[in-house]
Nanobody
């Protein structure tokens, strides 16, 4: 069983910044492949915000390019999302994702965080 524990959400004014963190916790982790952040606003489908490979290659949704930065610390099994110049339309529940290779037996597990609320006021 792998848990992804998120932190860092909250309420911020437009133009402000927040940093989200997501740590994978399990004794069975062998390695972690791609990690990502998704978000879901009320009444909308979940959308991809940013991805990062184990080697550090990143991709972003057009709506957040130049404002958000995804990073990871492989030694800590943690992914981060630095969000700057926040806009009211960034308001959503943010979910982290990790493709985790676990042992006994060895297999790839798609793991999700519990979600953290980000609210940007105008």
């Amino acid at each position: 069983q792998v848990q992804l524990v998120e932190s860092g959400g909250g309420l911020v004014q437009a133009g402000g910044s927040l940093r989200l963190s997501c740590a994978a916790a399990s004794r069975s982790i062998f390695s972690i492949n791609d990690m990502a952040w998704y978000r879901q606003a009320p009444g909308k489908q979940r959308e991809l915000v940013a991805t990062i490979t184990r080697g550090g290659t990143t991709n972003y949704a057009d709506s957040v390019k130049g404002r958000f930065t995804i990073s990871r610390d492989n030694a800590k099994n943690t992914v981060y999302l630095q969000m700057n110049s926040l806009k009211p339309e960034d308001t959503a529940v943010y979910y982290c994702y990790a493709g985790i290779i676990i042992t006994t037996p060895v297999r790839l597990v798609d793991s999700w965080g519990q979600g953290t609320q980000v609210t940007v006021s105008s």
